[in-house]
C-alpha cells in the first residue's frame, strides 16, 4: 500500500474521530466534512472518479451545509451544561468496540479471493451514463421519485406549526 | 495485507466511529452525522470490492454506492427536517430528555 493511502486514510478516521468526539457541534460539523473529503479522496484513490466527485458534491456541498444550517436553526452552538455525551456512553463504547473488532476479524481472517489488484478498470462517465438510462433505469427513477417525495416531505415537516394546532 | 483488506478496515474503523457517535452522543444532529459517517463507510465498501472485483465493467458496485449517495442525501434532508420541527415542539435538541411520545 502506497504513503498516500495511508496519509488520506488517517486524515478520514481523524476526522471521523474529531466529529465524535469535539464539543461544540459547529466543530463537529467542520470535522465530518474533512471525513466526507477524506472518503471523496479514497474514492478517487479506487479509480472510481464519478463516485468521488459525486461524493464532493452531493456531501461537501450538500449534507454538510444542511447539517450546518441544522445547527444553526437549533441553537446547537451553545453547549449544554450537563455534558455532550449520554448517560448510557460506556454501553455504546463497548457495543462499537465489539461491532468494529468483529468486522476486523472477518476481514483480517478472510481470504479475500479478488485479485484484480493491477488492472486498472476502464470505466468512463459515459458507460456509466449509458448503463443508467439502460441497465438501471428502474432504480435511477425511483431515486428520481424519491428524491422529490423527500424534499416534499422534509419542507413540510419542517414548516411552521399553525397555531393552536398541534 | 492486500489493498482490499486495507480499505474494509478503513471503512469498518469508520463505521465503529459513526456507531459510536450515534450510540454515545446526546445531541440528535451528532446522531444523524454518525449516521451518515456509517452509510458513507458501507460506500466505500462498495467501491473498493467494485474495484478490485474481476469484472469493473459491470459497474454493479459502482451503482449502488451511486444511488447509496442519493438515497442518503434524501434521509439527512428528511432527518435534519425532523430534528428542526422537534426543536421547534420541545425546545431541545438532547436525546435523554426527549423521553415522551405525546407533547
Known amino acids: 500500500m502506497s504513503v498516500i493511502f495511508y496519509l488520506i486514510a488517517a486524515l478520514t478516521v481523524a476526522g471521523g474521530l474529531a466529529a465524535v468526539l469535539l464539543k461544540p457541534l459547529v466543530h463537529a460539523a467542520l470535522a465530518v466534512t474533512i471525513a466526507f473529503g477524506g472518503l471523496a479522496l479514497l474514492f478517487l484513490l479506487l479509480d472510481a472518479q464519478f463516485a468521488g466527485f459525486a461524493q464532493i458534491l452531493v456531501y461537501i456541498g450538500a449534507v454538510a451545509i444542511l447539517i450546518v444550517f441544522a445547527i444553526l436553526l437549533t441553537r446547537g452552538s451553545e453547549l449544554p451544561k450537563d455534558g455532550v455525551f449520554s448517560k448510557t456512553w460506556l454501553v455504546g463504547l463497548v457495543i462499537a468496540a465489539g461491532v468494529f473488532s468483529v468486522l476486523g476479524w472477518a476481514v483480517l481472517a478472510s481470504q479475500t479471493g479478488l485479485p484484480n489488484e493491477t488492472a486498472v478498470p476502464a470505466v468512463t462517465v459515459h458507460d456509466i451514463g449509458v448503463a443508467l438510462v439502460g441497465r438501471y433505469v428502474l432504480p435511477l427513477e425511483i431515486v428520481a421519485l424519491l428524491l422529490t417525495a423527500a424534499t416534499i416531505g422534509a419542507v413540510i415537516v419542517a414548516m411552521h406549526e399553525k397555531d393552536g394546532a398541534q | ?103
Not at chain 2, 459513526?18 to 452509510?39: F, K, P, Q
Not at chain 2, 442525501?73 to 423521553?99: C, F, P, S, W
Open chain 2, 1 to 103: 495485507m492486500t489493498p482490499l483488506a486495507a480499505y474494509l478496515l478503513v471503512a469498518a474503523l469508520l463505521f465503529a466511529i459513526g456507531l459510536a457517535g450515534a450510540l454515545v452522543r446526546r445531541n440528535a444532529i451528532l446522531v444523524l452525522i454518525g449516521i451518515e459517517l456509517m452509510l458513507n463507510s458501507a460506500n466505500l465498501n462498495f467501491i473498493a470490492f467494485w474495484r478490485y472485483s474481476p469484472h469493473p465493467e459491470a459497474l454493479t458496485g459502482m451503482m449502488f454506492a451511486i444511488f447509496s449517495i442519493a438515497v442518503a442525501a434524501a434521509e439527512a434532508a428528511v432527518g435534519l427536517g425532523l430534528v428542526i420541527a422537534i426543536y421547534r415542539h420541545a425546545q431541545t435538541t438532547d436525546l435523554d430528555k426527549m423521553n415522551r411520545m405525546k407533547g
